[in-house]
């Protein structure tokens, strides 16, 4: 178990190790399931957290550890909770194998067609400027769109759902509106993005974005799902962005809503072509999102059996019936 910043992380040790005093070893007694114990011991973190003083790091320590009571069941039904929560483990193990076999397989799609180059071979794709097929409309604010941010995962949230408050100046008159479908870059650097986030705006209502935002028009919406889902990729991203964008000294970017429309790309520019591979991305994402969803049912629930059973409200004999 960590007692040191990520207090009350629990893993079982597969191997003998040395460590840091940042970590303690717990070794169960005999009549302790080990797998129980670390189910029980996870259930405390917050709790745990809570112990711990809070000076430049969080710190837990022995003293403060060894008073914990827990509810003890008898052995073999600690067995039965294990097994029983270890279920639920497997089913959540294979739901995240699965959702990343979707994922490579919809980011292998990207590789093949926009950042190997291959789609240059194939007839009706042009390496395009995109001037060509994106336009900056200009429409600010009317006063009655919520202010909204762009996220890596998320694409256009709003703004106070997603940070917890808004950043947006008292006075939002000079904001830029964003259309259903409109894409939208934000030059600020987050993590695999050092030069900025380019989205596409699913969101159905006109919403508003700070106007150091760029905001353009697709020459088609399905265009703009396949340059969403171009963009999406941290590589092409910054492939994209490199040669267009001045850094200054504070990590800085310094970019024109022209000049980001300077840079060219391969895409195609067959409306039917455009519509069969906007198809084709949109079925891969929803289906994602589908199993995504279902992971976090699977998690609900788990996290539900655990409070249920590690409190002993729910009690299981040795053949397996709840009580």
């Given at each position: ?7 009350g992380?629990v893993a079982?040790?597969?191997f ?5 005093d940042?970590i ?6 005999d009549?302790i399931?080990?797998?129980w ?5 996870n ?9 711990a003083?809070q000076n430049?790091?969080?710190?837990l ?10 509810n003890?069941?008898p052995?073999?039904?600690?067995k ?10 497997a ?5 995240e194998?699965l959702?990343?076999a ?8 990207g590789?093949?067609?926009?950042i190997?180059g ?13 001037c060509?097929?994106?336009k900056?409309?200009?429409d600010?604010?009317t006063?009655?769109e919520t202010?909204?941010s762009?996220s890596v995962?998320?694409g256009?949230v709003d703004?106070v759902?997603h940070l917890g ?11 830029n ?9 934000t ?9 900025g986030?380019?989205?596409q705006?699913?969101v ?8 150091l935002?760029?905001v ?11 340059l969403?889902?171009l963009?999406s990729?941290?590589?092409?991203t910054k492939?994209?962005?490199n040669?267009l ?7 800085t ?8 429309l300077?840079?060219?790309?391969w895409?195609?520019?067959d409306?039917?072509e ?9 079925t891969a ?12 049912k699977l998690?609900?629930q788990?996290?539900?059996?655990m409070?249920k059973?590690?409190?002993g ?5 040795t053949?397996g019936?709840?009580?």
């Amino acid at each position: 178990m960590t007692i040191a910043a990520n207090v009350g992380d629990v893993a079982e040790a597969e191997f003998e190790f040395a460590c840091t005093d940042s970590i303690v070893a717990i070794i169960p007694k005999d009549f302790i399931d080990r797998r129980w114990l670390r189910y029980c011991l996870n259930s405390l973190k917050f709790y745990l957290e809570s112990l711990a003083p809070q000076n430049a790091q969080a710190n837990l320590n022995l003293k403060l550890l060894r008073p914990i009571e827990l509810n003890l069941p008898p052995f073999p039904e600690q067995k039965v909770i294990a097994d029983t929560l270890s279920t639920w483990d497997a089913a959540i193990e294979k739901m995240e194998r699965l959702i990343t076999a979707k994922e490579t397989l919809l980011n292998g799609l990207g590789h093949r067609f926009f950042i190997r180059g291959n789609a240059g071979v194939i007839s009706k794709w042009n390496l395009t400027p995109l001037c060509e097929v994106l336009k900056e409309h200009g429409d600010l604010s009317t006063g009655a769109e919520t202010v909204y941010s762009v996220s890596v995962h998320k694409g256009l949230v709003d703004q106070v759902e997603h940070l917890g408050r808004s950043y947006a100046a008292a006075d939002t008159s000079n904001y830029n509106r964003v259309h259903f479908g409109d894409i939208v870059y934000t030059k600020s650097p987050t993590g695999d993005f050092p030069l900025g986030i380019i989205k596409q705006s699913s969101v159905e209502q006109d919403v508003i974005v700070s106007p150091l935002y760029g905001v353009f028009t697709p020459a088609a919406f399905e265009l703009g799902v396949i340059l969403d889902f171009l963009f999406s990729s941290p590589v092409s991203t910054k492939n994209y962005l490199n040669p267009l964008v001045q850094k200054g000294a504070k990590n800085t970017i310094s970019i024109t809503n022209s000049g980001f429309l300077r840079g060219k790309l391969w895409l195609p520019m067959d409306s039917s072509e455009q519509k069969k591979l906007c198809d084709l991305i949109q079925t891969a994402r929803s289906e994602i999102r589908a199993l995504q969803a279902l992971l976090e049912k699977l998690h609900s629930q788990k996290r539900g059996l655990m409070q249920k059973l590690l409190t002993g409200l729910w009690r299981i004999n040795t053949h397996g019936d709840r009580k």
